[in-house]
């Protein structure tokens, strides 16, 4: 038995909730605990976890009772919902309303809840700068994370919310990483014109994330918006080129080309960039380096990320 406090983490076989795991883990003298919450508790991943010293409890998030269960004795929780698994606003929202409930029921005393803006507050349905999607959304996996926040607060969870970027794994798993154009050079294609995009390495989000829990009450009610870098596409492109040696240049294409994609939820994402560009001064603002380095020192730069992945970047 322990007398660490337990952090109950969903989504801790996956990108954000595992880089929380294993800053927790990683760190002997933690006066926290991992509870790795997941739907195959035998999977390999939760035996990594397991492996690590984390206590493995399966749950599943459309089932409230499940994380109920998994939460009772817990000191904290890390939320999160995958919108990208489903593609479902709706579902996603009613996942938060379990894992809200769940927490106010088993009177946790500090969760992160892992949110995004509702880009309806800053372009309303009726504005045609990009389309309306699904009938009421304009970003979907934003707007049904940020439309929930409310939820939390109502029911008197002890809550941070936490804002997080475009994680730079994006151009290892995302299919966003440089690929031959053309005419055979290396590009990499975003719909942000010359503006800023706001991102970050995901191990970061789970070292931000460990430092509010430590910080406990001081960020409770509070909003943590964060990233690692604000780099134009020339300077991902620059930054690929001394990586990769070889040139790799910038395609910057319209919102509307990348909605026109094809992939699943291209019309989803070529909205976001486009809320990202439109808006870039409130998204690159709250989203403050030097606050986000003083959270955790050892935030990365694009340039020190991409040194440590560059064998991980798939070139063709
Ligand atoms: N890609 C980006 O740049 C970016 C940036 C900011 C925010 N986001 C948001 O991040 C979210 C995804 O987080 P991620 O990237 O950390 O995910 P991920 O790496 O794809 O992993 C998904 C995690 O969610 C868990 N999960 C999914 N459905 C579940 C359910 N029904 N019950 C229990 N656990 C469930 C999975 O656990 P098991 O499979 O083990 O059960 C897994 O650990 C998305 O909603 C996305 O909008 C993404």
Redesign the pocket.
């Known amino acids: 038995m322990t007398d660490k406090k337990i952090i109950a983490v969903?989504?801790?076989?996956?990108?954000?909730?595992?880089s929380l795991a294993r800053a927790i883990l990683n760190d002997p003298d933690s006066e926290f605990t991992v509870r790795a919450?997941?739907?195959?508790p035998d999977?390999e991943?939760?035996n990594e976890l397991a492996t690590l010293g984390a206590e493995i409890v399966a749950?599943?998030?459309?089932d409230y009772e499940s994380v109920k269960n998994a939460f009772e004795g817990a000191y904290g929780a890390f939320l999160?919902?995958?919108?990208?698994?489903h593609f479902s606003p709706e579902r996603?929202q009613a996942?938060a309303m379990n894992l809200a409930r769940a927490a106010k029921d088993t009177a946790l005393e500090h969760v992160i809840w892992?949110t995004?803006e509702d880009t309806r507050r800053w372009v309303p349905l009726d504005d045609d700068r990009m389309p309306t999607l699904m009938g009421k959304y304009k970003v979907p996996?934003l707007d049904a994370?940020g439309e929930i926040d409310h939820v939390f607060t109502d029911l008197g969870v002890p809550t941070t919310f936490l804002l997080?970027?475009?994680?730079f794994e994006?151009f290892i798993n995302?299919g966003m990483g440089p690929k031959p154009g053309p005419d055979g050079r290396l590009a990499i294609t975003l719909p942000m014109g010359d503006k800023p995009l706001p991102s970050i390495a995901v191990n970061d989000i789970g070292k931000t994330a460990y430092r509010i829990f430590k910080g406990g009450e001081e960020f409770i009610g509070k909003r943590v918006a964060i990233a690692g870098a604000h780099l134009p596409g020339t300077k991902f492109a620059d930054g690929f080129s001394r990586a990769l040696k070889r040139d790799v240049v910038y395609n910057a294409i319209t919102p509307e080309v990348f909605r026109g994609l094809g992939f699943p939820g291209a019309d989803d994402i070529g909205n976001m960039f486009q809320f990202k560009a439109d808006f870039n001064e409130y998204y690159t603002g709250i989203r403050d380096l030097n606050e986000s380095r003083h959270l955790n020192p050892e935030l990365q730069s694009f340039d020190e990320w991409l040194q440590q992945n560059i064998d991980r970047i798939p070139v063709e």
């Open positions: 969903v989504g801790a076989t996956g990108a954000q909730g595992g919450i997941t739907r195959n999977s991943k939760a749950a599943d998030i459309d999160i919902t995958n919108y990208w698994e996603e996942q892992s995004l996996h994370k997080t970027s475009f994680y994006n995302f």
